[in-house]
């Protein structure tokens, strides 16, 4: 079991910047591909990025590449999301995932296995 826990949501202007963090707990955390995604109000969750267990493997969504960066950090148990030049479009709940490493890197919500409950971005116009 993997527990995650997602953090740096708030409230910011369009055009400003965000790093949310994504704490792991539970098993060997370097064993799982980590993703991050995002559901804005009655739409459906949508991938955002995904990064392999050893960070040489990344894939974003296409309309994001430029502005939105996942690392990871295996020595603290984290993954990261460094959110650039915000739009008000950017508003959502984001989340962390994670599904084991010898699967193919997701950017299906199905692919995962593990979910944190969210934090809560919202770009101001």
């Known amino acids: 079991q993997v527990q995650l826990v997602e953090s740096g949501g708030g409230l910011v202007q369009a055009g400003d910047s965000l790093r949310l963090s994504c704490a792991t707990s539970g098993r060997t955390f370097s064993k799982y591909a980590m993703g991050w995604f995002r559901q804005a109000p009655g739409k459906e969750r949508e991938f955002v990025a995904a990064?392999?267990?050893?960070?040489?493997?990344?894939h974003y969504l296409d309309s994001l590449k430029g502005r939105f960066t996942i690392s990871r950090e295996n020595a603290k148990n984290t993954v990261n999301l460094q959110m650039n030049s915000l739009k008000p479009e950017d508003t959502a709940v984001y989340y962390c995932a994670a599904h084991g490493h010898a699967r193919p890197l997701g950017t299906r919500k199905y692919a995962y296995d593990y979910w944190g409950q969210g934090t809560q971005v919202t770009v101001s116009s």
């Open positions: 990064i392999n267990w050893s960070g040489g493997m990344i």
